[in-house]
């Protein structure tokens, strides 16, 4: 059974860098049959994209967070990290790892998530 | 940007309607998530129009010109949730604003 498990420190400080982690189990991150990105969501608001990876080495960013985020797996441990350097109190949300399936031709297939983390809050505070 | 309305409300049993805008839409394969309070999206339709194992049929989806539409039929009050659309161009993902569904 698919699970992902989003943990990080709950706490960052202003212009400080964040480091998540999403737990990947019942399937390997390292397999070419999915695509894995990084989702947040502010506090009763929508849903913003931050960036997908896929074991290929192919990543695509969020071009209004791209210089900020670095995004990384560990296949040792089956786990996906994500980095984002000088957070404000604007990056305050609720960080989701998601799945999607690639596709024969297509890595990214439709680009779809059909699997979502817990999430994970973060606030950012002094 | 993909446009939604911020709100959608619906008698229980009647039909409810989201729509998904943005210009040539229908070049593009378009997703849709079911969000309830409290926990996290749903996948519920994919490339369109369809559904994966588990959704119930009363959720369907189309998209033509620059619209998309998710349709609720038969609406019933568990479908209460925020409503998101979803593109993917090859590079970029991009999520529409949420539609907040009330069923009353």
């Known amino acids: 059974r698919l699970q992902l498990q989003e943990s990080g420190p709950g706490l960052v400080k202003p212009s400080e860098t964040l480091s998540l982690i999403c737990a990947v189990s019942?399937?390997?991150?390292?397999?070419?049959?999915?695509?894995w990105g990084w989702i947040r969501q502010s506090p009763g608001m929508g849903l913003e994209w931050i960036g997908s990876?896929?074991?290929?080495?192919?990543?695509y960013f969020n071009p209004s967070l791209k210089s900020r985020v670095t995004i990384s797996v560990d296949t040792s441990k089956n786990h996906l990290a994500l980095k984002m350097t000088s957070m404000t109190a604007a990056d305050r949300a609720l960080y989701y790892c998601?799945?999607?399936?690639?596709?024969?031709?297509?890595?990214?297939?439709?680009?779809?998530?059909?699997?979502w983390g817990q999430g994970t809050l973060v606030t950012v505070s002094s | 940007d993909l446009t939604q309305p911020s709100s959608v409300s619906v008698s229980p049993g009647q039909t409810a309607t989201i729509t998904c805008y943005a210009d040539?839409?229908?070049?593009?394969?378009v997703c849709w998530y079911q969000q309830r309070p409290g926990q996290s999206p749903r996948l519920i339709i994919y490339?369109?129009?369809k559904r994966p194992s588990g959704i119930p049929e009363r959720f369907s989806g189309s998209n033509s010109g620059n619209t998309a539409t998710l349709t609720i039929s038969g609406a019933q009050a568990m479908d209460e949730a925020d409503y998101y659309c979803?593109?993917?161009?090859?590079?970029?993902?991009?999520f529409g604003g949420g539609t907040k569904v009330t069923v009353l």
């Open positions: 998601a799945r999607g399936l690639s596709a024969s031709s297509d890595y990214y297939g439709d680009g779809s998530f059909d699997f």
């Open positions: 019942g399937a390997s991150i390292s397999s070419s049959d999915f695509y």
């Open positions: 990876f896929h074991s290929s080495g192919i990543l």
């Open positions: 040539n839409l229908s070049y593009q394969f």
């Open positions: 490339q369109d129009n």
């Open positions: 979803q593109t993917w161009d090859t590079t970029t993902v991009l």
